[in-house]
């Protein structure tokens, strides 16, 4: 809850602004700045609350913490820029972060000695007009700070949605185009990223603009997949489509990898955007010795189906499970069946190991959902999550396999939550954002999703590195998604060729780089 500062908010801004500039050794910082402007404009939006010191100061990966010296809980896009403009225009600057639903890992969203900016405050304001579905229905213009359920939820209204989602929906429009935005859907309509018309962006010199590809374009591809180093997202539109009604959703189990990757990629290999054969969503995953076969993101197998399915895994030790899904309308609900049988057909699936579904579209795409309600009620949500994710080029995803995970992850058998691992094609990026992807054509994203004890989580990121330093020592060219890492040369070779620009964007757009000090990519010291 913001503090509520009137009489005194002059004198408040100037206790907040001269911690924030004292931290750095600068003594009256009051001489030399101007606190007046933001103590009329946004003072009162500033807190120091310790309650919210602490919410600003960890994120779901409950591994890093950074303790800012404020949080601004913003009423309208303008309110934060004003607090770049302050900090921009002073001699001294401050670092800004903006958080939206604060699933990072590494603190990403986080601003030691910084403002936090609270960007999940504007969606109290908007009004409902956050979201909002033009007229023709080719797209919604939605506020950065958005959840993508609600945003589903309304379009949904309009018989209408996006067609390019994270597994996991309550997450911000702004957080996830940060990053890149992947999931099942990526192989065919690319990542979120790649579906973005328009945004609205105020940049860390504290100019508002709206970007497009024709527009202010270098912006808009720094922006997309920038790790928020260039601005803060406001607004994005996203283009729509007819919604689904429901989907045809089958599992898969394979005990030889080699049959269960050819089949992957022999279905990513039908991936056009308007084809009607291709399939709508594929994801793959392991199941290990790990108690049931369903986990939180899904409660998929039959529970009859269970002793086999873990008489199998104990058998193998690792059972690959390959997941797609079809989706119908009422036109195609009829045929829906057979035409994901006759796509299905000839794969080298285990016989006897194939299962199938029907559910809503909304149900499907909001799966997770009920297993974080099932964790959070028995306290097993709000843990460390040294989670692991990365790109694997194809022609060394087997590699991989035989010395990540028959290696180090049988090894140490500490695997605790799901492990995925899917096929993406890198004709669905656009090179031109500042996202980064293997050189190979098809690419392997594999995610170690961890959760762990308070005491424990360092094991889980020991392997982590162990998997890292094998990747170098083999040679593979792994990219990390969701990227963390504690050296600039780390990061400099983490974007390669990229780098050049993605500096030369960051002395453009936010030269006295205030935004995203969570990253660590400008600010190692």
């Not at 919604?140 to 309304?154: C, H």
């Not at 162990?466 to 990061?491: H, N, R, S």
Request: glycine letters at 8%; one cysteine or more; a negative charge.
């Amino acid at each position: 809850m913001a503090v509520s500062f009137q009489i005194l908010a002059y004198f408040t801004a100037i206790f907040i602004i001269s911690r924030l500039v004292s931290i750095i050794g600068i003594s009256k910082p009051w001489i030399n700045m101007s606190p007046k402007p933001l103590a009329l404009d946004i003072s009162g939006k500033l807190s120091v609350d310790p309650s919210a010191i602490e919410s600003a100061s960890q994120d779901f990966g409950h591994i890093v913490k950074a303790i800012p010296e404020a949080v601004l809980y913003p009423s309208t896009p303008e309110d934060i820029a004003s607090l770049i403009k302050f900090s921009y225009k002073n001699s001294v600057p401050f670092s800004i972060a903006a958080k939206g639903h604060g699933h990072s890992i590494r603190g990403q969203a986080m601003a030691n000695n910084g403002v936090v900016v609270d960007m999940t405050s504007l969606k109290k304001h908007r009004n409902g007009t956050g979201i909002q579905v033009s007229s023709d229905g080719l797209y919604a213009d939605v506020g950065g700070e958005q959840l993508w359920i609600d945003v589903l939820n309304t379009t949904l209204e309009h018989g209408l949605a996006p067609v390019s989602w994270t597994d996991y929906l309550y997450l911000t429009v702004g957080g996830t185009l940060s990053n890149a935005g992947i999931s099942g859907q990526t192989f065919r309509y690319g990542p979120q990223i790649s579906n973005v018309n328009e945004m609205d962006v105020i940049t860390g010199k504290a100019d508002f603009l709206t970007c497009s590809p024709k527009k202010n374009s270098e912006l808009f591809y720094a922006v997309l997949g920038g790790l928020g180093q260039f601005g803060i997202i406001t607004r994005a539109r996203i283009p729509l489509e007819p919604a689904p009604k429901g989907v045809k959703w089958v599992r898969m189990l394979y005990n030889d990898f080699s049959a269960f990757s050819r089949d992957q990629e022999l279905l990513i290999s039908i991936n056009g955007r308007k084809d009607k054969n291709a399939l709508d969503y594929l994801e793959g995953s392991l199941l290990m010795d790990q108690g049931s076969p369903d986990n939180w993101r899904s409660s998929f197998f039959p529970h009859a189906d269970h002793p086999k399915i873990i008489s199998l895994i104990t058998k193998h030790r690792i059972i690959y499970c390959l997941e797609v899904v079809k989706h119908y309308d009422d036109q195609t609900e009829n045929t829906a069946d057979k035409e994901l049988q006759q796509l299905l057909k000839g794969l080298s699936y285990m016989p006897g190991f194939m299962f199938e579904k029907d559910v809503l579209y909304v149900e499907f795409l909001n799966r997770v959902r009920s297993g974080e309600l099932q964790l959070k009620s028995q306290g097993l949500w709000d843990v460390p999550h040294p989670w692991f994710s990365l790109f694997i080029p194809k022609s060394q995803i087997a590699d991989f396999n035989d010395g990540v995970f028959k290696g180090i992850v049988l090894e140490r058998n500490i695997t605790t939550g799901p492990l995925l691992v899917y096929p993406m094609d890198r004709k669905k990026w656009d090179d031109r954002m500042s996202a980064v992807i293997p050189d190979e054509e098809i690419f392997y994203t594999v995610g170690f999703l961890h959760s762990s004890g308070f005491d424990d989580w360092e094991a889980f990121d020991d392997q982590n590195k162990e998997i890292m330093q094998f990747c170098d020592k083999a040679g593979i060219g792994v990219k990390q998604y969701l990227p963390y890492y504690t050296t600039k040369e780390e990061w400099v070779h983490h974007f390669g060729s990229k780098w050049k620009t993605f500096q030369q964007r960051k002395d453009q757009f936010d030269p006295k780089m205030l935004l995203s000090p969570g990253q660590r990519i400008f600010n190692i010291n």
